[in-house]
């Protein structure tokens, strides 16, 4: 038995060392670590902004030369021309390991191999975050970016208060007032600028105006400003159109009902310019379903109006003053983190 056991283990031993001789008398080149390990020391290359722009979706092509014992040697690269590139993927394929060489009959051989690589396109599709790397997104700090490059387009909330003098016909009857302002506004690729205006304002009267009524005037005079806004953003300050329908109310109304009291309808051309100042830096997060950066803004403005109002002693140039805080929402066009 025992020497039946020890011819078994014989020729299993046999067998398996024949079977080990077969395998390697015949095979084809390739990496030790496998194809993806290979394509990891390529893909780890700390690129540039810059030369990720150039690799974006580019295809390459790295050819080998294998010797004997499987020590390769970067031979030609194609699919790009730049030369800082270049040297990276040189100096990095001195840290590429040996293959496995090509063995033909049990005689190891020189042989050629070709890596492909392509270098995704870093720009971001909201569509591609899903709701848990959305929510990872929300906790990126600024600091947190190696580079961020923000798009031009966007949307801005402007909230805050005014000071307003009348001019010409108008101050006569006018002091100076107060009031406030919402702005609420969408910037696009071109840095133009749309959207609506409510602004409202209250001056004390100096005087009343020549009206053939028997009610008495108010002494603070309630103006109103509803419209759109059309504008451009020009670097860190923008300059708006404004096309406002116009309301001043002159005598108290008592009800819905009340036809007798007084308001002075028309509508009011106006130009207003923005100069907002960061306050503390800008927060990445996911808004609307795209990577974003919000921002909070001390915005300061200057405003003129001209109010063409159905009655002449009314009707005039208005001037503002504003402070207000605006905040900011700007999209992200690429980025990458450290």
């Given amino acids: 038995m025992k020497t039946i056991l020890t011819c078994y283990l014989l020729l299993t031993t046999f067998i398996f060392a024949q079977a080990q001789e077969t395998e390697i008398r015949n095979q084809e080149v390739s990496p030790k ?9 390529y893909y780890s290359i700390d690129f540039s902004k810059e030369q990720r722009k150039m690799l974006n979706d580019k295809e390459l092509e790295l050819l080998f030369k294998i010797d004997k ?42 042989s050629i191999f070709f890596l492909e690589l392509t270098y995704p396109s870093k720009k971001l599709i909201s569509v591609s975050l899903n709701p848990y790397q959305q929510s990872l997104f929300h906790q990126i700090r600024l600091e947190d970016f190696e580079y961020i490059e923000k798009a031009n387009f966007g949307s801005d909330i402007v909230i805050g208060l005014l000071t307003n003098q009348f001019t010409g016909s108008p101050a006569k009857y006018s002091k100076l007032g107060a009031g406030m302002k919402i702005n609420m506004t969408f910037t696009d690729h071109k840095n133009y600028i749309y959207g609506l205006n409510l602004s409202t304002y209250f001056n004390q009267k100096k005087r009343d105006y020549s009206l053939y009524t028997d ?24 300059i708006q159109a404004e096309a406002n329908y116009a309301v001043q109310n002159v005598t108290e109304r008592y009800d819905t009902r009340d036809k007798g009291w007084t308001q002075f309808k028309g509508w009011s051309p106006g130009a207003v310019f923005n100069y907002p100042i960061m306050l503390g830096t800008e927060k990445p997060l996911y808004y609307y379903g795209s990577p974003s ?39 992200i066009k690429e980025y990458r983190l450290k």
Avoid at 33 to 41: E, F, P, Q, R, S
Avoid at 89 to 104: A, D, E, M, T, Y
Wanted: aromatic share 10%; hydrophobic share 40%; glycine share 10%.
């Fill in 293 to 331: 950066l919000l921002s909070h803004n001390l915005n300061l403005s200057f405003g003129i109006h001209y109010l063409q109002f159905s009655h002449r002693e009314a009707s005039g140039v208005m001037a503002e003053l504003g402070v207000a805080y605006r905040m900011t929402f700007r999209g």
């Fill in 33 to 41: 670590n496998g194809i993806t390990d290979l394509a990891l020391v």
């Fill in 215 to 238: 009610r008495e005037q108010l002494s603070s005079r309630s103006t109103a400003l509803l419209g759109i806004i059309f504008g451009k953003w020009f670097g860190k300050f923008n």
């Fill in 69 to 110: 014992s499987g020590n390769p040697e970067l031979y030609k690269i194609n699919g790009i021309q730049d030369e800082s590139i270049l040297d990276s993927l040189k100096i990095k394929s001195q840290q590429v390991g040996k293959f496995n060489p090509r063995i033909h009959n049990g005689i190891p051989e020189s």
